[in-house]
């Protein structure tokens, strides 16, 4: 019976007591949902000694005092995660990690994916899971369908910043896209000798009205090697993500946004949030519309891949524009807020670039932590998806290693569920393996039937 009074509440209070006295549960040690650190083992520790990241971090202006962790204990993205709230320092972390506004499409980027169900087929061969995706008519191939996203502002994570990344990207044979607004110049990232000899890297950009200086940028990537231009279409203006005001974010000391600073400074800018939200108000030109990808057409030879798309409609626009791909995507719930999950919006712009027997290859980012959502991605009609988050905290957790044991964990746990599903090969995915919200079992073989 509920609202029974004081002296039944206190009777209750008693009771619950009595319960929990009877009921001997080990105690649960978790991570606390704040941004706070995560508690500290009471036990002495051994001595361990200092290596190379650590030594590079130790007086890291963005880094907490480094909790010693046994590796083999991170299993997943979200261990990483954990592991990476506990190292970075708030204004760090709530740049990575935050949405827009009340960051309902943060979390929905995640929860849609464990809304899709999997129908897996059984006693198939898959002994070899051909993890293997080809790109752009052959012309660019990756090891897993696993990409590294553009994220700005990589050495807040770790010293070595996107330098790190770029070479853990090479060496799982995967695909970095850098970030215009990176704190490392972009020739930097690509001529380190592990990257320039095997890896492939593509250029985010932002047409900025400045458009002699955007050429400049495009004119620099092209010429040190970079494979394609993604250019981000979801950001006439910076999101609203109220944790970077409240912490009144800033680039600490020591970093910048290399490829910018000669435009920054010659503006006149700083490095602060309300500073870099002038910049963006300055430069990143709100009256872009599609046909501005001609003038970009006119000056690169690169492909072309739209980031950003989220309707049909513009995956249409997309295509007709001669874009070599598109990336579903709603820029990780830091613009819009409330604006539809990718995942969800992605079987509407497969079947409409389908059914006008598009080329344009199809990318999907946000959300994605768990191989099960790689392969709901591609069984929807991804070629590959983009990673955000999941390499910012691998990376603030072991610099290059740890972005690269993140990518080995999605690798393995996509091959896993390709397994398990009766899957082997990234070109036998489809929408047979899935189940949609609002689906049934019984209606998808009817229809199967018609
Ligand atoms: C900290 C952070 C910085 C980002 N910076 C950029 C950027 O400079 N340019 C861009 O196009 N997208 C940027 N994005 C969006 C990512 O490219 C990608 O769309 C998003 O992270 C995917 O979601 P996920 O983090 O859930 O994987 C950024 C995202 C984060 C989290």
Redesign the pocket.
């Known amino acids: 019976m509920y609202g029974g009074g004081s002296q039944s509440r206190a009777r209750d209070q008693k009771s619950k007591k009595n319960v929990r006295k009877q009921v001997v549960t080990p105690p649960v040690k978790r991570f606390p949902m704040t941004n706070e650190a995560a508690p500290t083992s009471t036990k002495p520790s051994s001595f361990v000694p200092p290596n190379r990241d650590a030594l590079l971090n130790a007086h890291h202006p963005n880094m907490r005092k480094k909790k010693e962790i046994d590796p083999k204990m991170l299993l997943n993205v979200q261990d990483y995660h954990n592991q990476a709230r506990a190292t970075l320092t708030r204004n760090a972390y709530d740049?990575?990690a935050s949405g827009a506004d009340d960051q309902l499409t943060l979390a929905e980027?995640q929860n849609y994916y464990a809304k899709i169900k999997l129908l897996p087929k059984v006693f198939i061969d898959v002994s070899n899971i051909n993890t293997k995706v080809s790109l752009f008519n052959n012309t660019q191939s990756i090891d897993f369908p696993v990409i590294i996203?553009?994220?700005?502002?990589q050495r807040m994570a770790h010293a070595d910043g996107e330098l790190a990344t770029a070479r853990a990207a090479a060496s799982l044979k995967t695909i970095m896209c850098t970030?215009?607004?990176s704190t490392t110049k972009l020739e930097e990232i690509i001529n380190q000798p592990e990257v320039a000899d095997t890896g492939c890297m593509w250029y985010?950009l932002?047409i900025l009205k400045d458009r002699d200086f955007t050429k400049t940028l495009v004119q620099r990537a092209e010429a040190s090697g970079f494979k394609a231009l993604?250019v981000?279409v979801d950001?006439p203006r910076l999101g609203n993500r109220e944790s970077d005001h409240r912490n009144k974010f800033s680039l600490p000391d020591g970093l910048s946004l290399a490829n910018l600073m000669d435009d920054l400074k010659k503006n006149g800018e700083g490095q602060t949030t309300s500073a870099l939200n002038h910049y963006f108000k300055n430069q990143i030109d709100a009256s872009l519309t599609w046909d501005d990808l001609d003038w970009l057409r006119g000056i690169t030879s690169l492909p072309i891949i739209a980031?950003?798309v989220i309707t049909p409609e513009d995956a249409i626009k997309a295509h007709e524009k001669g874009c070599a791909g598109i990336?579903v995507?709603n820029?990780?719930?830091?613009q819009l807020d409330t604006a539809i999950s990718t995942i969800e919006a992605l079987p509407a712009i497969s079947h409409a670039l389908k059914s006008i027997n598009s080329t344009c290859d199809i990318f999907v980012?946000?959300?994605?932590r768990r191989g099960t959502d790689i392969l709901k991605a591609l069984c929807l009609g991804a070629k590959a998806v983009?990673?955000?988050?999941?390499v910012?905290w691998g990376l603030a957790v072991n610099g290059e290693q740890g972005v690269k044991e993140v990518l080995t964990i999605l690798k393995k746990e996509f091959e896993l569920a390709c397994m398990l599903c009766g899957i082997n090969g990234t070109e036998k995915c489809s929408n047979d393996f899935l189940l949609m919200p609002g689906d049934t079992v019984m209606d998808k073989w009817l229809r199967s039937k018609l």
Not at 149 to 153: C, G, I, L, N
Not at 365 to 368: A, T
């Open positions: 740049y990575y980027n996203a553009p994220t700005a502002m970030s215009t607004l985010q932002y993604v981000t950001a980031k950003g990336v995507s820029h990780g719930a830091r980012d946000g959300g994605i983009l990673v955000g988050r999941p910012l």
